[in-house]
């Protein structure tokens, strides 16, 4: 139905999202590689406001902001629903998502970037958060019940990025004992062929980071400090 | 069944006044519970474990925490009076300028209000007057962001309508939204204060200014702590 582009950067957490919902729904798009460090014109058109990616781009008119995307392309095109019908349900899947999105990527970041003095309390809160989404998912197959829904795309970068954000900061935050429901989602989640595909890596993010120097821009990272 | 709505918030809660706006704008019969947000009550921790925060809706029993889902599961499940547009596009742009007015301008504001000098509120300022021009163009020549009638986007826009002039009265900072800077805006503002679902749901001018005399620093305080 008409023609879908989709601006992004491959190692973003928030462009898979995008992504995965359009395979799971069969859409064809185009994918435009973003250079982040030099914002291409398209970019600036398509999100003057933010001027960030993901946008997604459909009969040249632009979506901006990964979780408003999700719930357009789940509206737009309306196989294999992303969302329940449920208000209630629906309800419960967008205030989990915003709390992924303002709790758990925000607490690990900080973790990652806390100085020696601030680490132990950072990590604390970063896995108070995560506790909460491995609570979430006790007892269930995914997110979205039998199948993969919003939320599942919206956790769904999670766990490699943990991973990248714990080699970064020299920090643990996951592991099989301490968040059993959250880790056995996650073996199960990464091997979904459609995810699979277009998933950032944890060695992919490190070497960007360090290649481009970003590394030494974190405080509090241990790959800067070579530790 | 006997529908029971609940509603868990404060006199001055942006937030909380909105969900009434809502709630009225659709003839929607609820309690409201005035919390004591330095004693929280059992039920609002019960009901809103995650944030412990108001607003929470409760409906027959079910808590909806977060104030643009609860918009949205309001319209989704009281149809009349709709909030949101039909159309997937139009809806995905009341949801991304929604996040824009949370996201961008409730802390531009509370800055230009109570930053740590005046080098800091003006910059803020500065920046708050960049973001009220992305609203004063997408106002384009309607009469409410709605349309004919107010939306989502009119209710979220409580921040802009009259919290700001509050902010600004209360921080003994110059206003900004003047109808020379911004003429569709000003406008809008008149238009908006006339609707009775708006205006019978602000809380009393006089007394909100004198709370946020002695409250304001403290806002913006506890914004840049949980940041």
Not at chain 1, 62 to 88: F, G, H, R
């Amino acid at each position: 139905m008409g023609e879908v582009k989709v601006i992004g950067a491959s190692l973003s957490s928030f462009c898979c999202r995008i992504e995965w919902a359009l395979k799971l729904k069969g859409v064809e798009y185009e994918y435009i590689k973003e250079d982040l460090r030099n914002k291409s014109p398209i970019l600036l058109q398509y999100n003057p406001v933010h001027k960030k990616i993901p946008v997604l781009v459909h009969n040249g008119k632009p979506v901006a902001e990964s979780l408003v995307i999700l719930e357009y392309i789940d509206e737009t095109w309306q196989e294999n629903p992303l969302l329940p019908k449920d208000p209630l349900e629906k309800s419960t899947a967008r205030f989990w998502a915003r709390f992924v999105d303002e709790k758990c990527i925000v607490s690990a970041w900080d973790a990652c970037r806390a100085e020696e003095h601030e680490k132990e309390r950072a990590v604390e809160s970063a896995q108070e958060s995560l506790g909460m989404i491995d609570k979430l998912i006790e007892g269930k197959k995914f997110f979205g019940g039998e199948t993969i829904g919003f939320l599942d795309l919206v956790v769904g970068s999670l766990p490699n990025w943990l991973k990248f954000l714990e080699e970064l900061g020299g920090i643990k935050l996951v592991d099989a004992e301490k968040f059993p429901s959250f880790h056995e989602w996650s073996k199960k989640f990464v091997e979904i062929p459609i995810i699979k595909e277009k998933i950032p890596m944890p060695d992919d993010l490190i070497n960007y980071f360090t290649t481009s120097g970003l590394a030494k821009t974190i405080r509090g990272s241990a790959l800067a400090n070579n530790k | 069944m006997a529908e029971e709505v609940l509603l868990f918030s404060t006199w001055f809660s942006i937030y909380g006044r909105r969900v009434e706006m809502a709630l009225k704008l659709k003839g929607i019969e609820y309690k409201f519970i005035e919390e004591d947000l330095t004693n929280k009550s059992p039920s609002l921790l019960k009901y809103n474990p995650v944030h412990k925060k108001v607003p929470v809706l409760v409906h027959n029993g079910k808590p909806v925490a977060e104030s643009l889902v609860i918009l949205e599961y309001i319209d989704e499940t009281w149809k009349n009076h709709p909030i949101l547009p039909k159309h997937p596009y139009e809806r995905a742009n009341t949801r991304f300028w929604a996040k824009f007015i949370d996201e961008k301008c409730w802390p531009a504001i509370l800055q230009a209000c109570w930053g740590k000098d005046q080098k800091e509120r003006e910059k803020a300022a500065e920046e708050l007057s960049k973001l009220l021009q992305f609203l004063e163009n997408e106002l384009k020549g309607k009469r409410f962001f709605g349309g004919e009638t107010i939306g989502l986007l009119d209710i979220a826009g409580n921040t802009i309508g009259y919290w700001l002039g509050v902010f600004e009265e209360a921080a003994g900072v110059s206003e900004l939204l003047t109808r020379e800077k911004f003429p569709k805006l000003f406008n809008w503002v008149n238009e908006w204060l006339s609707v009775s679902a708006i205006k019978e749901n602000l809380p009393p001018r006089d007394k909100h200014v004198a709370f946020m005399r002695l409250n304001g620093q403290g806002f913006w305080d506890d914004y840049n702590a949980s940041k």
